[in-house]
């Protein structure tokens, strides 16, 4: 089977981790696989390159709606068996063009699109207007978590038969998580940004944009100083970017987009996150998938990995009080924190792994 995945940015966060694991696994077995990226930003095009994906950078969009687009879409593409369209932008593309084939009784691969958030609709007027358009047309509609998929049904009123609920799935890690393994990445981690290793390190790793708060974090963390804050990620908002680093200081740090995530992950003592809206977080599993320690707030994305069992903290979106709570505590307990870990890197291998993904998909793609 050949599959193109399209996506308008391959910068680094989580959308692109899961084309990544995505595309890997169906290249692992046996399937065509590339990857089509037709705006600016491409941080990342040349890490999947050496990981063996064929990444295909056409000319760059124009502003605004691009017709010229359109016709390089029509002749890169539609020879695929599956086109697999990621977030809004490459659906007001790829929705015209496949229901444009079909009316002319041309053949079309069947078109998949999967929605990985839904901060579009917050956060655009005009985001909720796109959707009833051209969601209705791609032949199945996507979403990693419940409340998607709840959208797509309720809001946006497409037929059951229509929409799937595929939640993200990462690369597990399959060895021993030991003191040892986590002491020398920590010390790795302080070396290279200027820490000291005696003292915890608190990890959060996304874009730098406002719906993350990495803010309420910064703030929180200068109520804490023995603790140092780290935090990791492309910045997408530069006025916030740029707001951030003004709140820098020798226990919390700014490291920019980083490529080592198991790497930081094992050596933090925390993750936390802030975000007042998530999907599935990818970040969050990863970090436990590695067995380190969440403190996360409490929005649909975080809450929906708790039906397994409770295995991470939580706290109030912009609770400063509540958050420090939680974060006392995981620190006072730290054997029942541990324990918490062990079972919550279980619960991302039997429920959120890479492989429970793509056979998922394999299924929707065949049906």
Not at 29 to 48: A, C, K, P, Q, S
Not at 76 to 83: E, G, K, P, T
Not at 163 to 180: A, E, F, L, R, W
Not at 300 to 310: A, E, M, R, V
Request: one cysteine or more.
């Amino acid at each position: 089977m050949k599959i193109i995945h399209v996506a308008q940015f391959l910068g680094i966060g989580g959308l692109e981790k899961i084309v990544y694991h995505l595309a890997l696994e169906q290249q692992r077995r046996g399937h065509i696989v590339e990857i089509y990226i037709y705006d600016y930003e491409r941080t990342w095009v040349e890490y999947f390159r050496k990981s063996g994906l064929t990444v295909i950078t056409p000319e760059l969009k124009k502003p605004g709606y691009d017709l010229a687009l359109l016709q390089r879409m029509n002749t890169d593409l539609f020879s695929a068996d599956v086109i697999h369209g990621h977030d809004l932008n490459p659906l007001m593309y790829l929705g015209p063009l496949s229901i444009w084939k079909k009316l002319t009784f041309q053949k079309r691969p069947k078109l998949v699109h999967t929605t990985h958030g839904l901060d579009h609709i917050d956060n655009y007027p005009r985001g909720k207007i796109y959707q009833k358009i051209f969601a209705r047309l791609a032949d199945a509609m996507v979403g990693v978590s419940e409340k998607i998929g709840k959208f797509y049904l309720e809001d946006i009123k497409l037929s059951p038969e229509k929409v799937v609920v595929i939640p993200n799935g990462i690369s597990t890690y399959d060895g021993v998580v030991d003191k040892q393994m986590r002491d020398n990445k920590k010390a790795w981690i302080a070396q290279r940004h200027g820490l000291d290793v005696n003292r915890p390190v608190i990890l959060s790793l996304s874009r730098i944009v406002p719906l993350k708060d990495q803010k309420f974090l910064m703030m929180a963390l200068k109520l804490r100083p023995y603790y140092q804050l780290i935090i990791a990620g492309p910045p997408s908002d530069q006025a916030y970017y740029d707001e951030l680093k003004t709140l820098e200081d020798k226990n919390i740090k700014l490291i920019g987009p980083q490529e080592l995530v198991l790497e930081y992950n094992m050596g933090s003592d925390m993750y936390v996150s802030a975000s007042t809206h998530e999907g599935i977080p990818v970040a969050v599993l990863e970090a436990m998938a590695v067995e380190t320690p969440c403190l996360v707030s409490e929005i649909p994305g975080h809450i929906t990995l708790l039906k397994y069992g409770s295995f991470f903290k939580t706290f109030t979106l912009n609770d400063m009080d509540g958050f420090l709570k939680q974060f006392d505590k995981i620190f006072s307990d730290l054997k029942a924190t541990h324990d918490n870990a062990k079972k919550a890197r279980g619960l991302v291998e039997n429920h959120y792994s890479v492989k429970t993904m793509v056979n998922k998909y394999l299924q929707v793609y065949e049906s």
